[in-house]
């Protein structure tokens, strides 16, 4: 079994050329082929909800002249009902007989015999009433309620408040009402005092308001009847009667409001094209939801497509197979040959053979190979020539910048009698010189550095005074760590010379610890600073070297990347007035000979 799987890994691999073109070209022909599918559909959708969305506009604009034919039959009703003399007459009598009462009673019946037919067509009842237990209903079966009920309901109180407005309300299946209705109410008001003397009614059950559109809707094509408070009051889907689709309400608006057509959305989970109409007189949104998912699979037969794609993809496939194997079997051999030659043997041509353009290649690739062999030596050794040349140029930069201050002070200070502090400064240069002096490859330990460290610091000190405090914090597991030589005095010397200007004095601190797999050196001062913009990372110093005045600083950047690599270096941050962070960042290397300490050393 592991015979075979191995021989199986070394098939795919000579074929790999092959794999790869016939696996590139086969993601492309299905790609594009679903690219050409869905783009298809989509724009097959697009124009299909564009033009359904254009035919169900039209259809809602049918409805909505049904419901202001309604409306308008309604307003007529309440004109005639309102100047009509016989109605209030009937109604604000007072103090009459049995008889008088039986005849205002008809009078007032014959009257709205004559005003009832205009709303009778639409199914609709009509509906007065008086003080004193007036109540005159042309039709007791569509609405079968009492004086007392209806006085003391609410669209009665709010008709009496509003009494110049015509009010539709919605009143859901209760008690006295088996099926919900849509009643339309109107004060009846003497113009001269506004005074009210009865109320004037016009319900219809939602099943005969549903007349209005039920022969436009189905499955997928919905119609909602949605009042100011977000309330169905109508709809083919008699579940939704009486609900809370505030949502809906809100969506309605935004269609009005942006003068849309349609706009997609989701609703009820489920997603849906909504169109919507305003009907002012009812102040009320006739709203259509059309099912998108029900529309688009009676559209596009889904099926029948998947069938065409994989029938066409697999025809490709077969034709590109063919063309692909073709195309790769001689180049296929020539990289077999070409594998089989050692990382650092230059010297095994491969056989020319093969097609025309394998042969050109088995030719030039052992041109390569013969031109290969030639150059590689020169090129290893030159690189290592450039490589010690520029190290060496860069320890020439570091080292002597200070050198000639220096002297001139011990000179001074010789001068002045302060031969202690001459010598101890002589000491600090001696050693500090050696160390600089010796070979640039070595590197030494945090412990030595810091040592060399505090040499330039004695000797800077002794020359500037002690306005400049220097500390050191370093890690005790550091103190073993390997660095380049004098890597972080250019930053002193930096610090020293250029960061206390304009303020008198200050601190420098030197700060050495581990961050996981690399070593972390952060030289921080209070000093004037700089106006830099943002952190001048490790890229900065190779793409903008003139940002930096001090060349030591530059160059030791140089030196770590020559040494370690770009994923090190330097790191500098700064603030006007605030002072300046200079970071170093190298790969944590410890010595052979741990060097042991408890605490972390501060001067």
Known sequence: MPKMKKQIVQVLKNNSLFIKMFLIMVISIVAVSLLITFSSIRMSSN??????????????????????????AIVSATHEAQNNGTIKRGLTRENENAIQKSGSYLNIIRQMERIYPTVDSYDANMIILGENERLFNMNYSNWPVSWEVLRNHSITQQSISEPTTLHYHFISSNSFNDKPMIVATKALIERSTDEVYGVLYFPIREEQLKAFYEGYTSKENEVLLVNETGRIVSSNKEELIGEDASDVLNLAKEVENEELKFKDVRIFDTDYMLMSEYLPTYNMYLVNLVDKNVVMDNLINTKEIILISLGIVLLAVIVVFLISRRMTNSISRLVKQISTISKHDFNKPVAESGGYEARKIANAFNYMLNELQEYVDIVVQAQQKQRNAELMALQHQINPHFLYNTLASIKFMVQQGKKEKATDMIHAL???????????????????????????????????????????????????CQLPKLILQPFIENAFFHAFNEKKEGFIQILIGQKGENLLCEIVDNGDGMEIKGDHTKEDFKEKRHLFSGIGIRNVHERIQLLYGEEYGVEITSKKGEGTKIKVELPLQKAETPIESNEITRI
């Open 430 to 480: 001696i050693s500090l010189l050696q160390n600089a002096l010796s070979n640039i490859d070595q590197t030494i330990t945090v412990e030595q550095e810091i040592k060399d460290l505090r040499n330039y610091v004695l000797i800077n000190q002794a020359r500037y005074g002690d306005r400049i405090k220097v500390n050191f914090f370093i890690s005790p597991d550091c103190l073993d």
């Open 47 to 72: 124009l299909f909800m564009n033009t359904f969305s254009i035919t169900n506009t039209k259809v809602l604009e049918q409805i909505k002249t049904r419901f202001e034919s309604y409306s308008f």
